[in-house]
């Protein structure tokens, strides 16, 4: 399979983002995450046109999708970084980092043993080998969830939910993507044999987890420095262009070295965003170009290198995963929240677990990597994408009558 040339190429990307941007504002008309249409609009498009002569031309193939998708998730993670304001989210920093680092472990975890029963009680019906590599994957996968699709939808009900709630959401989902990155690596090392023993194991985990967060601390302090020297109100556009190339750097610096390249691009944007002598506002809008094609690339990538019929084929299994995935998460939230937040407030966050970047970047990388792992890397893209679809035509729109029912929703002054 041969991929198209360059020029026709960036024609075809170039004509699917512009229709993208369109459906991105549409989809904020009909107060839906964009992501939504912007997947759709994947799914649509033939990735294997057979009208063009020559050898059979692909539009996207998984190697150049996972490199596509591994940097759009580093601008996703480091904006993030950006917008998370540590003095508002201190009140809830406690529950929200327990949600993201023992609720999302805690889940994955489940989720394995979920889809090792499964697997055990109905044989073949996804052809997964057995062992804990590809089960643990398919838990790191959907354990991070993603803020602004949830915010996307609760739209209707701005500044009537309490902010804690809101709060609460954000923080989790801002801590527990590194967390989900990091279980993926491990079970992909799993299963392509390259982790000798537990020892081998923890280690590799401690190291990503601490270069990690060493040189995002070490290069966020470093940047902002630099974005100092701007005069104050200074050039927009020389800060955007700072801080791509310090994501950049870190981003590929810390891979280099063995850490978690990810974790790096969030903790450098947490620094750069709570910084006292800048402007976060003006950071956010320097950067929200950069955020904003990311976004809209991560999920028409996806959308181009899965076919509707590999999701059709998925669907029993995507309808239990869904369904498991509730459960779960609402196991792993209830003990960590039950002495902080009132029962209603409990299952609302418990049922707030939209799925957005993340698992569709995971995805993709284990269908690139499908000659080290097998070929039940190629089975994630299918299945990532119909839990997130999933999850935001059902469980989004069931969460503002949710809200309302729960006595959530204040009323809205006269």
């Known amino acids: 399979m041969v991929e198209l040339p360059l020029a026709l190429y960036l024609t075809v990307f170039g004509g699917l983002l512009i229709i993208s941007v369109f459906l991105d504002r549409l989809a904020g008309r009909l107060r839906q995450p964009g992501l939504l249409l912007v997947l759709l609009l994947g799914l649509l498009v033939n990735n294997d046109p057979a009208n063009i002569a020559g050898p059979p031309p692909t539009l996207l193939s998984f190697e150049r999708a996972d490199d596509l998708a591994q940097v759009a998730v580093a601008v996703v993670l480091f904006q993030g970084g950006l917008t998370t304001n540590w003095h508002q989210l201190r009140a809830v920093v406690r529950p929200g980092l327990r949600l993201a680092t023992l609720g999302s472990l805690a889940c994955a975890l489940l989720l394995m043993w979920v889809v090792i029963a499964l697997e055990a009680i109905a044989p073949g019906l996804l052809p997964i080998p057995p062992g804990p590599g590809p089960a643990l994957f398919i838990g790191a996968m959907l354990c991070s969830t993603d803020a602004s699709a949830v915010l996307a939808v609760l739209r209707p009900l701005a500044d009537r939910l309490p902010g804690r709630l809101i709060d609460l959401i954000d923080c989790e989902s801002a801590f527990n993507d590194p967390m989900a990155v990091v279980l993926a690596g491990v079970a992909l090392a799993l299963s392509s044999g390259h982790v000798a023993d537990g020892a081998a194991l923890i280690s590799d985990i401690v190291r990503q987890f601490l270069m990690g967060t060493m040189v995002g601390f070490l290069g966020g302090s470093m940047a902002t420095r630099l974005l100092e020297i701007e005069p104050e109100g200074g050039n927009t556009a020389s800060q955007a262009v700072v801080s791509l190339s310090v994501l950049l750097l870190l981003f590929g610096g810390t891979t280099l070295i063995g850490g978690s390249g990810l974790l790096a691009a969030y903790i450098a944007g947490l620094v750069i965003g709570n910084s006292d002598h800048l402007d976060p506002q ?92 097998g070929t039940w890397g190629l089975l994630m893209p299918p299945l990532a994408l119909g839990v997130v679809l999933l999850g935001l035509v059902l469980q989004g729109s069931g969460l503002v009558p949710l809200a309302r029912r729960l006595g959530l929703a204040s009323t809205p002054a006269d």
Do not use: H, N
């Open 282 to 373: 003006a950071l956010e809008q320097a950067y929200g170009g950069y955020l904003k094609l990311s976004e809209l690339l991560l999920f028409l990538c996806m959308g181009l290198v899965v076919t509707p019929v590999a999701v059709v084929r998925l669907v029993p299994w995507i309808v239990l995963l869904f369904l498991a995935l509730q459960l779960v998460r609402l196991l792993a939230v209830s003990p960590l929240l039950g002495t902080v937040l009132s029962r209603a407030e409990v299952l609302f966050v418990g049922l707030c677990g939209l799925r957005g970047a993340v698992p569709i970047a995971l995805a993709i990388q284990a269908a690139a990597r499908r000659d080290e792992v």
